[in-house]
C-alpha cells in the first residue's frame, strides 16, 4: 500500500519512527513523500497516487482499455486549467477546460491498481478533438478499434460529451462518417 509522507505519520506518529522502519525494511520510499510497505510498486500506482486530481486521458487510456496496443512513452493525464504545471518527466499534462474536466470520468482497475480515467465514450471525442496532434496510423487504429467496440458505448454520453466541449460540429460530422 503506498501512503504519503503525512498518511505515515499519521500511521507511524513520528518522523523518527517512519525513518526506523525504513531503516528495518518494514518501509520502503519510492519516491520523495511517498512511502510503501511493498517492496515493488507499479509505477502507475504512484503516478496515481503522486497527482490524486489527475485522469488519464489520450495515448495512456487508449492502451489501458485496449483500443491499441502501443505502450505510450509518457503517462498522458488531464488537469483542469487552474491546476499548477506538473514536472514529472514521466508525465505529459494536459490541461481542461474546467467546466468539463470531470465529465466521463470513470475509475477502472488496471493490472491491479485504480485508476481515475476518463470513460471510452469522452476518449472518443478526444480523439477527433485531437486527430491532427495523433499520428495518422495511430489514428486509424483507433478508429478502426472503436468501430468494432460503437454497439457498446453509450452514444447519447458521446453526444453530450461532444456538444459540452469545443469543436462540436466537427467532432458530430467525423463521428458520424468514420465511426457509426
Given amino acids: 500500500m503506498l501512503l504519503s ?9 513520528s518522523d523518527y519512527k517512519i525513518k526506523k522502519s525504513v531503516s528495518e525494511g518494514e518501509l520502503f520510499v519510492k519516491e520523495k513523500g511517498l512511502y510503501s510497505d ?9 503516478i496515481s497516487k503522486k497527482y490524486p486530481k489527475a485522469i488519464i486521458t489520450l495515448y495512456s487510456a487508449f492502451y489501458y ?5 502501443t ?3 509518457h503517462y498522458y493525464v488531464a488537469t483542469p486549467k487552474s491546476s499548477r504545471k506538473i514536472s514529472d518527466t514521466r508525465v505529459k499534462q494536459i490541461y481542461e477546460n474546467s467546466s468539463a474536466f470531470e465529465m466521463g470520468k470513470t475509475t477502472i482497475e488496471y493490472d491491479g ?3 481515475s480515467i476518463y470513460n471510452r465514450e469522452r476518449l472518443l471525442v478526444e480523439l477527433i478533438r485531437n486527430k491532427h496532434k495523433i499520428p495518422f496510423d495511430l489514428y486509424k487504429e483507433l478508429i478502426t478499434n472503436y468501430r468494432k467496440i460503437v454497439h457498446e458505448l453509450d452514444i447519447t454520453a458521446v ?3 461532444a456538444y459540452e466541449l469545443p469543436k462540436r460540429n466537427m467532432v458530430m460530422e467525423t ?6
Fill in 5 to 13: 509522507y503525512q498518511e505515515c505519520l499519521k500511521k507511524y506518529g
Fill in 175 to 180: 463521428i458520424k462518417l468514420e465511426v457509426l
Fill in 159 to 161: 453526444t453530450e460529451y
Fill in 38 to 46: 511493498k517492496r515493488y510498486v507499479p509505477e502507475l500506482e504512484i
Fill in 71 to 73: 505502450v505510450p512513452e
Fill in 65 to 69: 482499455y485496449g483500443l491499441t496496443d
Fill in 113 to 115: 491498481v485504480d485508476i
